[in-house]
């Protein structure tokens, strides 16, 4: 059974990055079939895609465009997780982020991480 | 604003049969199949319907899906206290190169 574990801190300041990462259990990260990606939903903007990694031969990154110049989806081969960073994080970024499975759709999710940004 | 579109909130008595709509645009559900998620509260969106009308394993054949032109829609057949939750559609946007979904759906139990 596949299971994606989330973990990271649930408070984040204003003008710091902000750190997640998702562990993924009964499948692998180098999966030539799956897309690891990061979503967040808020009350203000909904379900709002962030980006995914993902590899086919190589890696691949691709970012939303609302966030591109402050995103990083890592890989970690080693551990089989992949990873959220967000710099510069204002309070609109307060949110609940989720990590998920594509196989073709998102068919997997993370139980979510509430994430506020505040002083 | 999300980019797919649906009714902010639908109802039913038990037992009744509700629909939901989704209307996206060509570059979404117009050339990509669409996807339904159920979230109940404090939950993640748990997988409902994918490409357009397949169920995962699980998911009981009260829930349906259907897809025309731009539009997708999801259909719910005897209608159980259950089933009150919120419903988004989701659909690959190839001109954005990403995921897109809908403001999500209330559906009350009356």
């Known amino acids: 059974q596949v299971q994606l574990q989330q973990s990271g801190p649930g408070l984040v300041k204003p003008s710091q990055t902000l750190s997640l990462t998702c562990a993924i259990s009964?499948?692998?990260?180098?999966?030539?079939?799956?897309?690891w990606n990061w979503i967040r939903q808020s009350p203000s903007r909904g379900l709002e895609w962030l980006g995914r990694?993902?590899?086919?031969?190589?890696?691949?990154?691709e970012y939303a465009a609302s966030v591109k110049s402050r995103i990083t989806i890592n890989p970690d081969t080693s551990k089989n997780q992949f990873s959220l960073q967000l710099n510069s994080v204002t309070p609109e970024d307060t949110a609940v982020y989720y990590c998920?499975?594509?196989?073709?759709?998102?068919?997997?999710w993370g139980r979510g991480t509430p994430v506020t940004v505040s002083s | 604003q999300s980019v797919l579109t649906q009714p902010p909130s639908a109802s039913g008595t038990p037992g009744q049969r509700v629909t939901i709509s989704c209307s996206g645009s060509?570059?979404?559900?117009?050339?990509?199949?669409a996807n339904w998620y159920q979230q109940l509260p404090g939950t993640a969106p748990k997988l409902l319907i994918y490409?357009?009308?397949q169920r995962p394993s699980g998911v009981p054949d009260r829930f349906s899906g259907s897809k025309s032109g731009t539009s997708a829609s999801l259909a719910i057949s005897g209608l159980q206290s259950e089933d009150e939750a919120d419903y988004y559609c989701?659909?690959?946007?190839?001109?954005?190169?990403?995921?897109?979904f809908g403001g999500g759906t209330k559906l009350t139990v009356l």
């Open positions: 009964g499948d692998s990260v180098s999966s030539n079939s799956a897309a």
């Open positions: 990694t993902y590899y086919r031969s190589k890696w691949y990154n």
């Open positions: 060509r570059s979404n559900t117009g050339s990509n199949t």
């Open positions: 989701a659909s690959w946007d190839g001109s954005l190169n990403g995921w897109v």
């Open positions: 490409d357009n009308n």
């Open positions: 998920a499975r594509t196989k073709g759709f998102l068919d997997l």
